[in-house]
């Protein structure tokens, strides 16, 4: 029988490798953190055979001393903390001192730094793990590491890389996310030789366009907000500009790239109710906060968090997104960049108006939403009270007589023309052509306003509807435990959405009784859907979820359907509606409601000018 024994100081760093390292992109990713930790603002990438063959990195950081440098490709060797607390409130990339030693071990690796003040640099380099001499080596400033032949002495690691052109898209990924976060460096990246991107020092806005590309900034809109010493600030993706995978995803916390399954939960509820089930939102976002409220100490990629307080750091991701995405239509501006010729096309109110052209709205001017108007939403409607369209009514009105520029600047959607084959509402702003697809708005202003009328009332209670047999269910701690932390706490959450759970035993949980409105549903699938959600981010949005469906099912059936011959003032009646309903820019199921074509894309279009 084997007996237990001390594994050597070799095996133990190349079996730690596997946890760092498992491919190029790893080792790259691992060795630019290193460079941002040590104050570069210019950094050289370049790769041999995606990565497997060489990596070499290069920057004007401030340099490793000379007798340091054996250190730094030791294990558990690292300048950045020294003691416990200082682990828990790490504010660097690397913090381990596993990487580089990991990456020795598994590589031939060479090592040549100029510490700031010292008139040359020295270099030591490592075949497998076993340290050369240092020596003196020619360097103007900075650290440049060149790491070759990557899992040489583990080939069976070495057999689980893909090909040349899959490692280095991931080396690729590595760069473009490291990059995005830090606009205030450069960066130039070479592969086999190639010179492949130079993104110089600027501001966020122009990396963003750099890395994510023209149309994704063009149809984004700015985040920055701030609450309880949190800050989220970003881009996010108009709705219309959501995508078929998660490809355009970027969540950063404290520079950190991270992929977080609370954060991602926040920002898919924020986006539930303007996408298809099937399309995923673009964004790249950055949260800020103390470093001692959250543990980067996880994963050993380092791309996993915890939060001290998960609860609030979801509930304020979900709000800033959700408001932002709330606004009317018009009220998001879009990140100011100029429009790509090749795309025409807007479903947001652009930022980089055109000025009013002369005489645009005499035809309009004097048209005012009268009682036809009133009694078609009002048919439309029942009765639900149309207060967005009564305030349209006498705003519009009272502006009249102000003449046509304050008429354009109160109504971003501007003034309806015609209407084509019952389905399209064509209107003029002061930006030029506007397309809306009349049922597709009218659902959405129709399930607002359902939304609101179904909701909590002003006490903050959601109608119950008791059970006439109770149902209990076998419940798992997590539900128990929710249940009696919910009891105990004293804000009644579960009533005030609407349900009556108790305990019958340390492991059966009975409901008496759930939402009025979603008295239908199956008590026991619902309840841990609440409790759940309770547990995990501190409110139920599985009610919020199941309520909203079926608010959509009756806005689509209750919106003015294709072929209704609307007349002008019922037409500009839905253009005030939709600049006053939140999200009105997308339909209940994502698609997009109206489009906007400006006056210089239509002298484009008849080649005016040329």
């Known amino acids: 029988m084997p007996r237990i024994q001390l594994l050597n100081d070799q095996l133990i760093s190349q079996i730690a490798a596997g946890e760092v390292v498992e491919r190029p992109a790893a080792a790259l990713k691992e060795i630019l953190e290193n460079s941002l930790d040590a104050g570069s603002n210019d950094i050289h990438i370049s790769l041999m055979q995606g990565g ?3 990596i070499r990195i290069s920057d004007n950081g401030k340099g490793i001393p000379r007798e ?12 950045k903390i020294s003691n416990l607390e200082e682990l828990e409130r790490v504010a660097t990339l690397g913090f381990r001192g596993e990487a580089l030693a990991s990456i020795a071990a598994i590589s031939r690796i060479s090592l040549s730094s100029r510490f700031e003040g010292n008139s040359h640099a020295w270099k030591i380099s490592s075949e497998g793990g076993y340290l050369g001499e240092i020596v003196p080596a020619a360097l103007n400033m900075g650290t440049a590491i060149e790491v070759s032949d990557l899992f040489f002495n583990t080939p069976a690691r070495r057999n689980f890389l893909k090909t040349e052109n899959t490692e280095f898209g991931h080396c690729e990924e590595v760069i473009s996310r490291i990059a995005l976060s830090r606009p205030q460096i450069s960066f130039t990246v070479q592969h086999n030789g190639r010179s492949l991107s130079r993104w110089s020092q600027g501001s966020s806005t122009q990396r963003f366009k750099d890395i994510l590309g023209e149309e994704f900034l063009s149809e984004s809109f700015e985040i920055d907000e701030v609450a309880n010493g949190f800050r989220l600030w970003g881009i996010a993706a108009q709705p219309t500009f959501s995508r078929n995978s998660r490809d355009k995803q970027y969540v950063y916390v404290n520079g950190r790239f991270v992929r977080d399954k609370l954060i991602s939960h926040a920002i898919k509820q924020a986006y539930q109710d303007v996408l298809h089930n099937d399309r995923f939102p673009a964004y790249a976002i950055f949260l800020e906060l103390d470093p001692g409220l959250v543990d980067v100490n996880v994963h050993p990629s380092k791309t996993e ?4 307080d998960g609860q609030s750091i979801h509930r304020f991701i979900f709000h800033s ?10 009220a998001i501006n879009s990140v100011s960049v100029s429009k790509s ?11 980089d108006a055109n000025t009013l052209r002369d005489g645009t709205y005499q035809s309009q001017k004097n048209l005012a939403l009268n009682s036809q108007s009133e009694e078609f939403y009002k048919t439309l409607f029942g009765n639900i009270h149309n207060s967005n369209v009564d305030s349209g009514i006498e705003k519009q009105n009272s502006d009249s007589e102000n003449g046509i520029q304050n008429e354009v600047e109160d109504f971003p959607l501007g003034f309806a023309l015609v209407q084509i084959h019952g389905v399209y509402i064509l209107a003029q702003n002061k930006h030029g052509l506007v397309i809306v697809d009349m049922h597709a708005a009218h659902e959405r202003i129709v399930y607002e306003k359902l939304k609101c009328n179904f909701d909590i009332d002003e006490g903050h209670q959601i109608q119950m509807q008791p059970l006439l047999i109770p149902v209990s269910f076998f419940a798992d701690k997590m539900e128990v435990s929710t249940v009696v932390e919910e009891s105990k706490s004293g ?10 759970i108790g305990i019958l035993s340390p492991t059966n949980l009975v409901v008496r009784a759930v939402p009025a409105i979603l008295k239908d549903a199956d008590p026991v699938s619902l309840a841990r859907n609440v409790l ?22 009756m806005a689509c059936h209750a919106a003015v359907r294709a072929n209704r011959i609307l007349t002008l003032q019922e037409m500009n009646g839905l253009l005030r509606d939709m600049e006053t309903t939140e999200r009105s820019g997308q339909c209940n199921h994502g698609r997009p409601t109206w489009f906007q074509i400006s006056m210089n894309d239509l002298d484009k279009m008849f080649m005016r000018g040329k």
Do not use: C, W
């Open 52 to 54: 497997i063959k060489q």
């Open 68 to 79: 340091e440098l054996n250190l730094a490709l030791t294990r558990h060797a690292t300048s």
């Open 305 to 308: 968090v915890r939060f001290r």
């Open 321 to 330: 997104l959700n408001k932002r995405l709330a606004s009317p239509t018009g």
């Open 341 to 351: 010729e090749s795309n025409p096309f807007k479903s947001a109110y652009p930022a």
């Open 491 to 500: 804000y009644g959450n579960l009533s005030k959405l609407g349900f009556d």
């Open 532 to 553: 759940h959600d309770l547990k995990e981010f501190g409110s139920s949005r599985a009610f919020t979820e199941r309520r909203n469906e079926m608010l959509a099912t």
